[in-house]
Structures are given as structure tokens and as C-alpha cells.
T-cell receptor, first 114, second 113 residues
Framework: KAGVTQTPRYLIKTRGQQVTLSCSPI?????VSWYQQTPGQGLQFLFE???????NKGNFPGRFSGRQFSNSRSEMNVSTLELGDSALYLC?????????????FGPGTRLTVT | GQQLNQSPQSMFIQEGEDVSMNCTSS?????WLWYKQDPGEGPVLLIA?????ELTSNGRLTAQFGITRKDSFLNISASIPSDVGIYFC?????????????FGQGTRLTINP
């Protein structure tokens, strides 16, 4: 069974631009969560989607948004990029929501903001 | 917000040695998870702990859920080169009506052959 895939794997953007990252969950998994990983703050939860609805949200500004499609694929968008948004963005999928211990992580998208 | 204190931040050991790392918090968690992350990859779940006092093994790895529900430790016995990586603890609890994970800052394990 294929794992969680994230595209692109690497991205370089300029401050002020916006970016969209994509995540394809494991087949049959309907819940997708997004995390930001930085050396300073570590791994932090962004949001969780299930059945095209956001179920859960972390403490991030409104510049961070996401959505989920009917095939469970998910995208996250960051608008008006700031230097501090440089991070590894991880997507994780699970069969059902609210059970982080059932999550499988993708390899991440490394975003660099210059 | 909730925070997990994970220690040590890094470890340099010889192959074959045993390893111990732990996480503590001032908050109570209902689940503790331990992950390993290799370079260029996402975290992989090693062990999940669901109740206070639980001791669980996965091969050479053993983890325990503290009695107070505020701490957990992970032991690795007889380390081998493929154990190199970053280990994270994570606590799950109900925050603002939803189950959320809080992660430790990680322990970077380096093994000298």
C-alpha cells in the first residue's frame, strides 16, 4: 500500500508570496492532519480535515488555511509568506479523525522563504 | 499552552550501548506516543501508550507511561547503527474540545561504530 505522498518536496518562495502544498493520504484514509516542524518550535499541529471539513485547528494565524477534497486529498495554503514560515510541513493521514496514534506521516515539504 | 520537556536533547553513544530518554510535562495526557524521524522523512510511530503505568515493548525498544500521566520514558537496548535519528515524544489530550498532540523537542541520537 502506498504511503502518504506530499508535493512538492522542496519549495523556495519570496516573502509576501503565497504557497499551496498538496497531500495525498494513504488509500482508505479519510482524515488528514497538517503539522509545521521548525528547529525552534519543533512539531506543531496546524489543522485536521475529515470529510472535507476542518475538525480541529492549532494556534496559527489566519494566513494558514487548508481544504480537503472529496477524494480525501488535502491542500494547505499560506498567504503573505513571512521568513518565519520557513519550515518542514508534514501531512499525516489516518483512517478516522481524532486518533493521532493511528496517523502515518508523509515525508514533508521543505519550504524556504527568502 | 501545553509543553513537553524532552531530554536529553542529544546523545552520542557507542554501538551496543543502551539508551534512555524521557519526557515530562506539567499537564496530564491520556496517550503518550514515541516517534523516530530519519533525515528527509516524516516521523514514524514506534510505541503508543494508552494508560498510566503501562509498559510496552517493541523489539529492543521499551516505553512506559508514567503513573502521574505527566511523563514517559523510552529505552533502547543494545543500540545498532540504524537507531540513529531523532526521537520525539508526543502527548495527546483534549484541548479546547478536540484531541490534539503536543510534541517534545526531540532527542538526536548519534552512534559511533
Amino acid at each position: 500500500k502506498a504511503g502518504v505522498t506530499q508535493t512538492p518536496r522542496y519549495l523556495i518562495k519570496t516573502r509576501g508570496q503565497q504557497v499551496t502544498l498538496s497531500c495525498s493520504p494513504i488509500s482508505g484514509h479519510r482524515s488528514v492532519s497538517w503539522y509545521q516542524q521548525t528547529p525552534g518550535q519543533g512539531l506543531q499541529f496546524l489543522f485536521e480535515y475529515f470529510s472535507e471539513t476542518q475538525r480541529n485547528k492549532g494556534n496559527f494565524p489566519g494566513r494558514f488555511s487548508g481544504r480537503q477534497f472529496s477524494n480525501s486529498r488535502s491542500e494547505m495554503n499560506v498567504s503573505t509568506l513571512e521568513l518565519g514560515d520557513s519550515a518542514l510541513y508534514l501531512c499525516a493521514s489516518s483512517p478516522t479523525p481524532g486518533k493521532p496514534y493511528e496517523q502515518y506521516f508523509g515525508p514533508g515539504t521543505r519550504l524556504t522563504v527568502t | 499552552g501545553q509543553q513537553l520537556n524532552q531530554s536529553p536533547q542529544s546523545m552520542f553513544i557507542q554501538e551496543g550501548e543502551d539508551v534512555s530518554m524521557n519526557c515530562t510535562s506539567s499537564s496530564i495526557f491520556n496517550t503518550w506516543l514515541w516517534y523516530k524521524q530519519d533525515p528527509g522523512e516524516g516521523p514514524v510511530l514506534l510505541i503508543a501508550l494508552y494508560k498510566a503505568g503501562e509498559l510496552t515493548s517493541n523489539g529492543r525498544l521499551t516505553a512506559q507511561f508514567g503513573i502521574t500521566r505527566k511523563d514517559s520514558f523510552l529505552n533502547i537496548s543494545a543500540s545498532i547503527p540504524s537507531d540513529v535519528g531523532i526521537y520525539f515524544c508526543a502527548g495527546q489530550s483534549l484541548i479546547q474540545g478536540a484531541q490534539k498532540l503536543v510534541f517534545g523537542q526531540g532527542t538526536r541520537l548519534t552512534i559511533n561504530p
